[in-house]
């Protein structure tokens, strides 16, 4: 079946710790998106890659890093200078074409700090 | 620049009640329309969609209808069941591949 997988399901960080979160599509899709939801919020944007080897900050990119190497992979690293990681993470893919690009969207990932 | 406006929750209703929940939209030009729902713990799930003025989506008894002439998306259910107790975002895309969510409407339904 295809889909978007994303791990860990559940992530703790400790203070000054860089973790990397983990999402991988086999629908081919082309662009591949990170979002950050915080509790009774919707989402908000943090990076996002219209094609492998290309990405774009969004509106909170601000602490994150990302990567874009293969076209099934769009790991997102919160590093130590992202004060405040505390959320629930979910990665997207959108369909190739112009007339509808539905997104589709991972589990999530629920990072934790210690 | 482009926004969603969905009505506030928590939405209560008794089970077989009839449901709306109100989305508006500012964009440019001619933009998506989307409705995804979120269960507890998980991802976003489309739940319907459309492309242009007048189109109706519909899944699993939901419908909404693109209204360009009042920039609204609203969903609707004639019958809500305890199952559909869930998140429900508005959204919308209109290009440069971003897309833009509504704050979300939390749907509890009572058997």
């Known amino acids: 079946d295809g889909g978007i997988t994303q791990s860990p399901k559940y992530l703790f960080r400790k203070e000054g710790q860089n973790v990397t979160l983990s999402c991988e599509q086999n629908l081919n899709h082309d662009a591949m998106y990170w979002y950050r939801q915080d509790p009774g919020q919707g989402l908000r944007l943090i990076y996002y890659?219209?094609?492998?080897?290309?990405?774009q900050k969004g509106d909170i990119a601000e602490g994150y890093s990302v990567s874009r190497e293969k076209k099934e992979s769009f790991p997102l690293t919160v590093t130590s200078a992202q004060k405040n990681p505390t959320a629930f993470y979910l990665c997207a893919s959108s369909i190739p074409g112009r007339a509808l690009r539905t997104q589709y969207f991972g589990p999530g990932t629920r990072l934790l700090v210690l | 620049g482009n926004s969603v406006t969905q009505m506030e929750g928590p939405v209560t209703l008794s089970e077989e009640a009839f449901l709306t929940i109100n989305c508006t939209y500012t964009?440019?030009?001619?933009?998506?329309l989307f409705w995804y729902v979120q269960y507890p713990g998980e991802g976003l799930q489309l739940l319907l969609k459309?492309?242009?003025?007048?189109d109706k989506g519909s899944n699993k008894g939901f419908e909404a209808t693109y209204r360009k002439e009042t920039t609204s998306f609203h969903l609707e259910k004639g019958s809500v069941q305890v199952s559909d107790s869930a998140v429900y975002f508005c959204?919308?895309?209109?290009?440069?591949?971003?897309?833009?969510f509504g704050t979300g409407t939390r749907l509890k339904v009572l058997a």
């Open positions: 964009a440019t030009g001619y933009p998506s």
């Open positions: 890659s219209q094609i492998v080897n290309d990405f």
């Open positions: 959204a919308l895309y209109s290009g440069t591949y971003k897309y833009i």
């Open positions: 459309a492309t242009k003025a007048d």
